[in-house]
Antibody, heavy 125, light 112 residues
Framework: EVQLVESGGGLVKPGGSLRLSCVVS????????MSWVRQAPGKGLEWVGRIKSKADGGTTDYAAPVKGRFTISRDDSKNTLYLQLNSLETEDTAMYYC????????????????WGQGTLVTVSS | QPVLTQSSSASASLGSSVKLTCTLSSGHSRYIIAWHQQQPGKAPRFLMK???????NKGSGISDRFSGSSSGPDRYLTISNLQFEDEADYYC??????????FGGGTKLTVL
């Protein structure tokens, strides 16, 4: 069974930084496209960013609210996905989930097909 | 950019069936969507990928009580023989190569 385990969340002051990790097991990580999704307390789900596999270029893409502040990276030797959060704002307070990205063979459509349990980031002075 | 619209809440009785709706915005009626379930205090879980044809592919271990269907811009999630464990928030999401992912606002399902 595919497992995604996030870590690295915590309390940080506005303007601070944090790095989240997501270890993936029972999955061909090096071929996977991966993503981060967040959920503010009592709110809905919001896509944060995505990284392609290295074979597909390893490129990243980000949602507008985090572009220029957050960076996604991966270490395929460790089956680990990272999310570097810089210049944090109170609005970034949320549970952060890593996900695998499923790709429909016929259409190329992307969707989230496995989720981690999440790690909580709280930005407060 | 596609927009997904969901009712904020729904309720149904134990043992009955319920049909949740996710509506795609104009011009996006043929988009594939995915349904996710989020039980209280837990992470989301992928339920299924649902095409405009009504064909769907469920995630590993998802009960036969969950099924999907489509009509025009509407994507449906039907849960039969409702159980208390089905009480959860249900989110639809879709993807676009230009704008990436969007989520619906979620439907909170109460089992009476």
């Amino acid at each position: 069974e595919v497992q995604l385990v996030e870590s690295g969340g915590g309390l940080v002051k506005p303007g601070g930084s944090l790095r989240l990790s997501c270890v993936v097991s029972e999955f061909t990580f090096n071929k996977a496209w991966m993503s981060w999704v967040r959920q503010a307390p009592g709110k809905g789900l919001e896509w944060v960013g995505r990284i392609k596999s290295k074979a597909d270029g390893g490129t990243t893409d980000y949602a507008a609210p985090v572009k220029g502040r957050f960076t996604i990276s991966r270490d395929d030797s460790k089956n680990t996905l990272y999310l570097q959060l810089n210049s944090l704002e109170t609005e970034d307070t949320a549970m952060y989930y890593c996900t695998t990205v499923g790709i429909d063979i016929l259409t190329g459509h992307n969707y989230f097909d496995h989720w981690g349990q999440g790690t909580l980031v709280t930005v407060s002075s | 950019q596609p927009v997904l619209t969901q009712s904020s809440s729904a309720s149904a009785s134990l043992g009955s069936s319920v049909k949740l709706t996710c509506t795609l915005s104009s011009g996006h009626s043929r988009y594939i969507i995915a349904w996710h379930q989020q039980q209280p205090g837990k992470a989301p879980r992928f339920l299924m990928k649902l095409e405009d044809s009504g064909g769907y592919n469920k995630g590993s271990g998802i009960s036969d009580r969950f099924s999907g269907s489509s009509s025009g811009p509407d994507r449906y999630l039907t849960i039969s023989n409702l159980q208390f464990e089905d009480e959860a928030d249900y989110y639809c999401e879709t993807w676009d190569s230009d704008t990436n992912w969007v989520f619906g606002g979620g439907t909170k399902l109460t089992v009476l």
